[in-house]
């Protein structure tokens, strides 16, 4: 479907009309998902965005399409290194050189260290984690705001499982420091927009350099360690760890709210989450238990529908490339410099595909028959696809099936307040709640050694 040249018949990608200079930042900045549902319907499946520094070209297709065209088109084509650049350098300060030269070699070790057959040993020690914050944050009984509390759990036994104890033993600070780099996060991606005008993020990222500088000499015996030998050693570590702790932390934290809120007002799933975890939680918790994928999956299948639900609903609204030669889309020429996207957000709430596309049906992925891990290699865009594809994607589903489950088998939990709406000027990234959310949990049974709660 794709090629180079310029054919006669063929016209260049329709531009979505915007103000001088400015082009269509206002209105995109402050709703990406809506405004490219309404750009999608005026101008349909091909059109160019443009923002202060740069143009956006979005293509809409059947997933399988866009498989083959945008996760596994030629790389002389549409390049993914291009693509994420401005995060890559201009945020983390991964140099240029550096990255595209050993991209290839860290993706694919970090692949293999939180692939299948490490997956067994990592869930072990996530469990044992979690069970240690159940005592010592979440305690017997309590009203708490249930992103804070999930993240803090969730980025605490993230933390020691892939950067190991020793690590984040020696960096208490790392996860303050992280939560104000990840709230300016979006903006200091923004082309143009002069660092010097954000200083709370300049700030916070000099803090986590320079605890990442001091301490990663502790991962030795991590699974991450695997990641800076793959890298070399050149002055630039630190930052290549700081995109990496982005990584793990970011996305985990709001797919675990939501697919716990969802659940806590939905009567019907709730039962059906109970229902299994009392019948597989015990074994889960159990050392004898191997606890592989296909383990987790076929014994807390619903679990991982309602997670898979959650990444369906809440998925990014952009995912980028970018276009290294002129590229042919259908009846248009996509030019060469323009950044390639797609939104899995958008493409998510096709009705054809998803009925009843904005509500919380986790079963619709029973109906498909599949393993729900299966579900991301077909309808599903939200970890990526090809060659790039997301090299925590089970570890990422791994983690939060095992605490989502661990949560209802262990307290009675009830919704204080409602689902909060999803924050509508973020673009990249799963979306984070707009406002807090409290729940109220009570401890409902004992456990070998959690006797002191
Ligand atoms: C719900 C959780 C997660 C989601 C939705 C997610 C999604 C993604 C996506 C969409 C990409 C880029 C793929 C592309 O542009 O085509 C990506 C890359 C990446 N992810 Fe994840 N991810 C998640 C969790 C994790 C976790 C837990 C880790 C590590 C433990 C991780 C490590 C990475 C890394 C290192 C990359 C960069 C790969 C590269 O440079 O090629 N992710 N992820």
New binding site residues.
Partial sequence: NTCTGNKANLSYSPVCKGLPLLGSALEFGKNPLKFLQECRKQYGDVFTVLLPGRRMTFIFAPTQELRKIF?NGSPNLIS?TAGVEPLTCRIFGISKKGFSMA?RSL?TT?RSE?GAKHIPQLAHRLINRYLFTFRTVWGKEDEKEASNLLTETLSDA?LRV?FGDEFANASPSLFKDFVDFDEWFELAATPLLPHFLLRPFVKSRRKLLDTISQNWKYTKNAPIHKLTEAYGNDGNVPSLLLS?LW??WS??SP?SFWTLTHILADEKAKVKVLAEVEKSCPLLLSSKTELSLEWIFSNLPFTAYCVSET?RLYA?VV?IRKVVENLEFREFIIRKGDYLCISPAVSHRETTLFPQSEDFIPDRFQKQGTHPNAVFDKDLL????GF?????QS??MV?IVLLIALVFYLYDIQLVDRVPKMKESQSVG?KKPSCSCRIHYLWKRRLAGMEEI
């Fill in positions: 996760f993914f991209h993706l970090l939180l993230s892939i990496a990584a793990t996305n985990v797919t990444l990014s995912d939200t970890f990526g696809g790039y594809k997301c090299p925590g570890f990422a983690e799963i």
